[in-house]
């Protein structure tokens, strides 16, 4: 058959080589390739899967005339398959040398190597995980890769369907384009897999920060532009496996967009902070509220109570199943986004007459203690840290003034901080009976900070006709030291009575005395929690 389409180097194909780990769909393909009476080269595992099916099979040994030894580290390394695969087919030279030493070309390669990731993620040991390191498969996908002119290679079995329609329509050639293609997945997927290993290999030597950082996402989906319509953007999985919004099922609604995506992050991390049932409301990735309650329906009513007019619009995480009442509560509101460890089939019922709400279930909480790092970018480069996985225990404030919180003030203290941990800076966090009150995010001044929540807590009061400001009673929070005394005495004036913050000011006695003269009790953590 002759096509036009096809270049020089578009050639039918007459061998095959498969050697997968991941079997998914193999037969029906290998089974296509059959009855187009291309030979099959396998290996191992594969090669009996093959036969079993009753597909004609000639095992690689067979074919390069020398056994599979070492335990089977070696079998593929071998000149009749390497040269197979390397060879150009329209240099002379190359012809010449395959005639003389007897080796046949292979047309398709089809290879996905030995599961390293999931071995390393079942906890097997270290001699295990190192056993589990492919060496054939790697150097076999990058020498077809390399001559994707002449060789497909598959590494996915996703693009068997591919590769089959285009066989196909081109008489069981492979067009250019789609080799091309495949060569660029193939060389993706042999990156992921030493950054895999090498990720893990400095995480047992206890390296942080080696020389070379490589890191590696799997495309989830192209989302249809990025914080504006004018920039592109993309949704990618880590190996992480970190619960949350990367990894969710998502039960209904629209598609997620970029700010979407990022800010039903944040709100899920924040929510994982607590243990009791807790709401976070979250807009342009700062909270607007935060309740803890013994229900989760009762914080939901005050975590929306603390800035209701900045949570139409916004992203609600929960950190509990999601149940028929509290749904039904979010139901009254316009938001973009609802996720939660589990959706019960009762809140289910009610959501699914928002078609547009988008609802998300993780199966379970991320850990906020768990270790891990976070890359920012920057022009030529990327800031490479920890996670901020610190969290602030009783026992570990340091009363400095002459006044010591009382339990609830202690209680409320803990809970604002770990709540301005997930605020921009500058962050100043004001809570009342384990709810914010007012969130001040973001500002340039920490004393800007501490007046914008205090009148937005002001004014939220007097929109639900209350007398006074919601944060008359309340606790504050910042997450990093008072340079000045000022921000405090905002805080004072807002009716605070109780202080928890970092410590560390060459201005801390200067602050320390407003504070009892003020009659306030504060706290240090010794913990700072800037977030940018």
């Known amino acids: ?9 578009d050639l039918p194909i007459r061998r095959a080589l498969i050697s997968v780990s991941d079997k998914s769909d193999l037969i029906p393909f290998a089974s ?10 396998s290996t191992g595992g594969s090669a009996r899967v093959l036969r079993e099916a009753g597909i004609p099979v000639t095992g690689v040994s ?12 070696v079998k593929t390394l071998h000149p009749k398959i390497h040269g197979g695969l390397l060879a150009r087919r329209d240099l002379p030279a190359h012809r010449t040398a395959m005639t003389e030493n007897g080796i046949a070309p292979i047309d398709l390669l089809v290879v996905n190597l030995y599961p390293f990731e999931a071995t390393r993620e079942s906890g097997a040991d270290f001699a295990t995980c190192v056993e589990n390191i492919d060496i054939g498969g790697p150097a076999m996908v990058r020498a077809a890769a390399k001559n994707h002119d002449f060789v497909t290679v598959v590494t996915d079995p996703a693009d068997y369907g591919r590769v089959k329609a285009a066989m196909e329509a081109h008489g069981g050639a492979v067009p250019g384009d789609l080799r091309l293609a495949l060569c660029a997945a193939a060389f993706a997927h042999t990156a992921a897999y030493d950054s895999a290993i090498a990720s893990w290999l400095n995480g047992v030597r206890g ?7 490589t890191y590696a996402g799997r495309l989830k989906e192209v989302l249809r532009y990025g914080e504006n319509p004018h920039q592109a953007a993309a949704v990618y999985a880590s190996a992480s496996r970190r619960p949350g919004v990367a990894n969710a099922t998502q039960i209904q609604g629209k598609a997620l967009s970029y700010n979407n995506l990022n800010d039903t992050n944040a709100a899920f991390e924040l929510v994982s902070e607590f243990q009791s049932p ?6 342009h990735a700062n909270p607007c509220g935060v309740a803890s309650a013994d229900s989760l329906a009762l914080a939901y009513d005050r975590a929306l109570a603390c800035d209701p007019v900045s949570a139409f619009g916004g992203i609600i995480a929960v950190n509990v199943p999601l149940d028929g009442e509290t749904a039904q509560k ?18 289910r019922a009610v959501l699914g007459d928002k078609q547009n709400l988008r609802v998300l279930e993780t199966g379970e909480m991320p850990d906020p203690a768990a270790k891990g790092q976070l890359i920012t970018p920057l022009a030529g480069g990327f800031l490479l840290q920890d996670r901020d996985s610190g969290r602030i225990a009783s026992d570990d404030l340091k009363v400095v003034t002459r006044r010591a919180p009382t339990d609830q003030e202690r209680d409320d203290l803990i809970f604002a901080f770990r709540v301005a941990k997930h605020v921009k800076s500058n962050a100043i966090v004001y809570v009342k009976n384990r709810a914010t009150v007012g969130i001040g995010a973001g500002q340039m001044s920490r004393v800007d900070s501490a007046r914008i929540a205090a009148q937005k ?3 939220a009061a007097a929109a639900a006709g209350e007398a006074q400001s919601r944060t008359e009673g309340s606790v504050v929070a910042s997450d ?20 928890i913050q970092p410590g560390g000011s060459k201005r801390d006695e200067e602050v320390v005395a407003a504070a009892d003269v003020a009659g306030l009790a504060m706290v240090y953590t010794g913990m700072r929690h800037f977030r940018h």
């Open 1 to 9: 058959m002759t096509d036009s389409s096809l270049e020089p180097g």
């Open 32 to 41: 296509f390739l059959a009855e187009r009476d291309v030979e099959i080269l």
């Open 62 to 73: 067979e074919h390069t005339g020398f056994p599979e030894t070492m335990d089977g580290r």
């Open 207 to 213: 390296e942080a920060f080696p020389k070379v950082a």
């Open 278 to 283: 807790t709401v976070a409301i979250i807009k």
């Open 330 to 347: 979010i139901a009254g509101l316009f938001a973009e986004v609802v996720i939660a460890p589990k959706v019960e089939e009762s809140a």
């Open 457 to 459: 807590a002001k004014d």
């Open 480 to 499: 990093a030291f008072f340079p000045f005394a000022d921000g405090l005495m905002a805080a004072v004036e807002a009716g605070a009575t109780a202080v």
